[in-house]
């Protein structure tokens, strides 16, 4: 049954952010009181400062989808503050969560948490079974160690601790700074100035699943209803980077070539995961279809970037 978020009070870690901003108005839109917090209220890297901050707002519940993170070469280039940072962010955020009464804490996990070799699509029952992809290795077993410490939390006090474990996220509001950004975002970000040609990192044949902002909130929100533990929230659709690429043109009715840039690197060989337990268990699954996500997220770089 879905959860009644009427006149709740649940603070978003990260709620001004990319995925928190649908997090905050998917709460809105149920009637819940949504408290989005993020640097400048309290560093989550802080132990005092977050028990500091939980303790002033004294929510029902927490969704935590604050991160340290950025795509494969921003990953590949801080390894430490991927996952040093996300270690304490997640450990401090979760720790204040069980101190204060908090109920529910939602905390939002990647597929990453998946080893790098792992049959395909994955199952929530294969996450433990190998290292994940060195690239962002830290990253995932920052993850790991929270939905881990949760379930702990979950036998010894009770607090209910569920974990949404996401696709590659996409759609508008992301990134618009290349630096930062992930493949999509990448993409829309280069193929808002027109250029001649689109480059892609790799050899385009490793494999994603992309699952669209605000599908993802309202999959959160439908993973929060559901029974404690680890679930994955995605599309089920896996897609080449370079077939990505041609959809990305697509979107942007552009007819320019794709380059590959072959020093690169592709990160894991594919990542799809299995979405059946989200739909027998939630009864939920993602609306919106890749061309349609992309067309509206297309729109949305063009009007902030394009000209």
């Not at 709620?15 to 709460?27: C, K, M, N, Q, S």
């Not at 929510?59 to 494969?72: D, R």
């Not at 921003?74 to 270690?87: A, C, F, I, Q, Y």
């Not at 995932?140 to 996401?166: E, N």
Request: with cysteine.
């Amino acid at each position: 049954m879905p959860m009644d978020w009427s006149g709740l009070r649940v603070l978003v870690t990260g709620g001004r952010g990319f995925l928190g901003r649908y997090i905050v108005a998917a709460l809105e839109a149920r009637g819940a009181e949504p408290v989005a917090v993020g640097r400048a209220e309290a560093d989550l890297c802080d132990q005092a400062a977050t028990e500091a901050m939980v303790a002033a707002v004294q929510p029902h519940a927490v969704i935590h989808c604050a991160v340290e993170g950025g795509g494969i070469g921003w990953m590949r280039d801080h390894p430490v503050e991927s996952g040093l940072n996300s270690t304490r962010m997640n450990i401090n955020i979760l720790s204040a969560a069980q101190q204060h009464g908090v109920s529910l804490f939602v905390g939002v996990s990647s597929a990453c948490v998946y080893p790098r070799l792992c049959p395909v699509p994955f199952e929530e029952s294969d996450i433990w079974k190998g290292y994940p992809e060195p690239i962002n290795g830290p990253y995932a077993l920052s993850k790991r160690l929270m939905m881990d410490l949760g379930a702990a939390c979950t036998r010894q006090y009770g607090l209910k601790t569920v974990f949404p474990i996401l696709a590659n996220l996409y759609g508008p509001y992301d990134h618009t700074d290349s630096r930062r950004a992930h493949v999509v975002a990448d993409l829309m970000i280069r193929c808002a100035s027109r250029p001649e040609s689109l480059t892609v990192w790799g050899t385009g044949s490793a494999s994603r699943e992309f699952l669209y902002a605000a599908d993802a909130a309202e999959g959160i929100l439908a993973a929060a209803a559901g029974p404690a533990g680890a679930i994955n929230i995605g599309s089920g659709e896996e897609v080449s980077i370079l077939d990505l690429a041609r959809a990305v043109l697509t979107a942007w009715r552009l007819d320019i070539p794709i380059l590959l840039d072959r020093s690169k690197p592709d990160g894991q060989p594919r990542k799809c995961l299995s979405v059946e337990h989200a739909a027998s268990v939630l009864g939920w699954r993602a609306p919106t279809s890749l061309a349609d996500g992309l067309a509206e997220t297309a729109e949305w770089y063009d009007g902030v970037l394009g000209g």
